[in-house]
């Protein structure tokens, strides 16, 4: 089994992101959604071989990638902000997206509002936000494992 952690939106607020620290060292993978990605570039520094950082809206400069796709135990995973598949609005596009690159999962932040739901075969996820101004703050922990997967937004408090 292989453990993922996701973040996104976290918009400078290194506070809750170093609270994290102790997951993030006992998880597989780290990815952060974007918003802002010199927050996943600290995660990145820390945990070099495990970490992926995705370009949001906010992010100037462009620190990571815009777009991700990973095959990890089995399972195809899709990675962005969202932005770009205007997730304000639906998730059709980005379910569309998920499916062109052969994914069963789709992650994305942007809305700041944690989110699981299946669309068209896909499970997308968004972690929320861990942006300081936010009434609840969390993040999404997907286990992987032979082809399988299961996801639990985890709320802090």
């Known amino acids: 089994m292989k453990s993922i952690i996701v973040l ?19 998880s597989d993978y780290i990815i952060h959604l974007g918003d802002t990605s010199s ?19 906010c992010d100037f400069p462009r620190l990571g990638d815009d777009e991700l796709t990973l095959d990890i135990e089995g399972v195809r995973i899709f990675a962005c902000h969202g932005d770009r598949y205007g997730v304000k609005r639906d998730t059709d596009r980005l379910a569309y997206r998920a499916q062109e690159v052969g994914a069963a999962i789709a992650l994305y932040g942007h809305t700041h509002r944690a989110k699981e739901e299946n669309t068209d075969g896909v499970a997308l996820f968004n972690p929320g936000t861990l942006s300081r101004y936010a009434a609840a703050k969390s993040y999404l922990y997907l286990a992987v494992y032979d082809g399988k997967f299961t996801g639990k937004i985890v709320e802090l408090t």
Do not use: C, W
């Open 8 to 26: 996104s939106d976290t918009h400078g607020n290194r506070a809750e992101v170093e609270k994290l620290y102790p997951i993030f060292a006992e």
């Open 39 to 57: 927050d996943g570039m600290r995660i990145k520094s820390a945990f070099p071989q495990k970490t992926y950082v995705l370009n949001g809206n």
